[in-house]
């Protein structure tokens, strides 16, 4: 179960008559407990995806807006300890992997 946490800033950023304008800068904390599955492919690949919920705790009434959103990440895995062993199959690095 994957956990990520983070610290930043937000802002809203816009152009107006060439100029950027920088408006309402929050710090913010992101929570992000999610759930990962993994599935093997072929022996070198893999597909898999994160499904979680960010949590943003930011001083919401002068960022005007709610940031806090589910989350599905989809991912290509590659499996280099295996690419490794199947090239390497005698060296000592790969029986210890």
């Not at 950027?20 to 904390?29: H, Q, V």
């Not at 893999?46 to 807006?65: E, H, S």
């Amino acid at each position: 179960m994957p956990l990520q946490i983070g610290l930043g800033e937000s802002y809203y950023q816009y152009t107006l008559y060439g100029e950027k304008i920088i408006t309402n800068r929050n710090l913010n904390f992101i929570y992000e407990p999610a759930i990962s599955v993994e599935y093997r492919v072929f022996k070198w690949v893999g597909v898999g995806a994160d499904f979680g919920y960010r949590f943003m705790f930011a001083n919401t009434k002068k960022l005007n807006q709610q940031l806090n959103s589910p989350i599905i990440t989809i991912d290509l895995m590659i499996y280099y300890r295996e690419i490794f062993k199947s090239l390497f199959p005698k060296s000592k690095l790969a029986k210890k992997i």
